[in-house]
Nanobody, 125 residues
Framework: QVQLVESGGGLVQAGGSLRLSCAAS??????AGWFRQAAGKEREFVAA????????YYTDSVKGRFTISRDNALNTVYLQMNSLKSEDTAVYYC????????????????????WGQGTQVTVSP
């Protein structure tokens, strides 16, 4: 059974940092990433990584502030979030799939068969 278990969310002041982790079990993946959904807004793509090779992709609003990475040995994906802003407040979801896809398909939620339960990130002004 495939499981994605997220951790690392919480409350932080604007300008601060958080690191989200997503531990994957049950199989290996070709692509993984993070989406987020703020209250009253649609779910949006944040970042993604191709498991083999490590190519990364980001939405424009987080470029230069967020970094996605993976640890092959631990089968874990990370999202390092720096210089956080109040508009980053959302529930963050880890996603993964067997497929190895590139840009722009990797930014589409329909690509991912597996989703974590979500972790809340709240950035106070």
């Amino acid at each position: 059974q495939v499981q994605l278990v997220e951790s690392g969310g919480g409350l932080v002041q604007a300008g601060g940092s958080l690191r989200l982790s997503c531990a994957a079990s049950g199989r290996t993946f070709g692509s993984a990433g993070w989406f987020r959904q703020a209250a009253g807004k649609e779910r949006e793509f944040v970042a993604a990584i191709r498991w083999s090779g490590g190519s990364t992709y980001y939405t424009d609003s987080v470029k230069g502030r967020f970094t996605i990475s993976r640890d092959n040995a631990l089968n874990t994906v990370y999202l390092q979030m720096n210089s956080l802003k109040s508009e980053d407040t959302a529930v963050y979801y880890c996603v993964a799939d067997r497929a190895v896809v590139g840009d722009p398909i990797i930014r589409l939620p329909r690509v991912y068969d597996y989703w974590g339960q979500g972790t809340q990130v709240t950035v106070s002004p």
